[in-house]
């Protein structure tokens, strides 16, 4: 290789990762409320913005989730493996908190004022 295709490759490398980089940033909003599903099953809807505490029991375990800042995390779970609980908090649009085991995902959403969630645009 010559000198001048080694300056372009990298600087097609730098290129693709700034754009890597911005798109992914763009696309973090804050979201409004969580959902927790139980095997494809919604168990329930949750507003960000007030601290409480959710304690899930049914057939496959219990977890427990915590809302606090705006934040969302799994404080407690009796899966054999608990990775659950390792996964970071909680805010932003589309962040997931998976417990493999017990089939539960929390997933935050961002719903508009009348309840329904926004969930594409349509032509």
């Known amino acids: 290789m010559k000198k ?5 490759v990298l600087v097609l ?13 763009s696309h973090q909003t804050a979201g409004n409320r969580i959902r927790i599903t ?3 099953e919604v168990y329930g809807t949750y507003s960000l913005e007030d ?5 899930i029991k049914e057939d496959l375990g219990i977890n427990t989730v915590q809302i606090k800042d705006g934040r969302a ?3 407690e779970a009796d899966c054999p493996d ?4 390792d996964q970071n908090e909680i805010s932003r649009e589309n962040e997931t908190i998976v417990c493999l085991p017990h089939k539960l995902v929390v997933e935050v959403i961002l719903e508009d004022g009348t309840g329904s969630e926004i969930d594409g645009i349509s032509k």
């Open 4 to 8: 001048r295709d080694i300056y372009l």
């Open 13 to 25: 490398l730098i290129i693709a990762v700034l754009m890597f980089v911005f798109i992914n940033m």
């Open 38 to 40: 139980i095997d494809g």
């Open 51 to 55: 601290d409480q505490t959710i304690e």
């Open 73 to 75: 995390k799994m404080i």
């Open 82 to 85: 608990g990775y659950c609980m």
